[in-house]
Nanobody
């Protein structure tokens, strides 16, 4: 069974930075599409960022473009989300997601495996 575990969340002031990490275990982690989604209370889970299996292609929601960077290390079975210039509206639980092969990266139903999430809170 594939296991995804997020870490790196916390409390930060507006304008600050956090780096999230997602560790995968249970099988080889090559040729996978990886993504980050987030969900605030009472709201639907929304796409944040995705990265192709070889790391060559990266995609971002308009709301985070220019501020967040997704990266991947296949050898270490990890994916990262560097978050800069954080805003209060970025406050949410952030989830790591994965699937084998390529995917329609923005669609939540494309992903087969999910972590339990890590809380990010940005104060004003």
């Amino acid at each position: 069974q594939v296991q995804l575990v997020e870490s790196g969340g916390g409390l930060v002031q507006a304008g600050g930075s956090l780096r999230l990490s997602c560790a995968a275990s249970g099988r080889t982690f090559s040729s996978w599409t990886m993504a980050w989604f987030r969900q605030a209370p009472g709201k639907e889970r929304e796409f944040v960022a995705a990265i192709s299996w070889n790391g060559a292609n990266r995609y971002y929601a308009d709301s985070v473009k220019g501020r967040f960077t997704i990266s991947k290390d296949n050898a270490k079975n990890r994916v990262y989300l560097q978050m800069n210039s954080l805003k209060p509206e970025d406050t949410a639980v952030y989830y790591c997601a994965a699937r084998s092969g390529s995917a329609n990266y923005r669609e939540i139903n494309e992903y087969d495996y999910w972590g339990r999430g890590t809380q990010v809170t940005v104060s004003s």
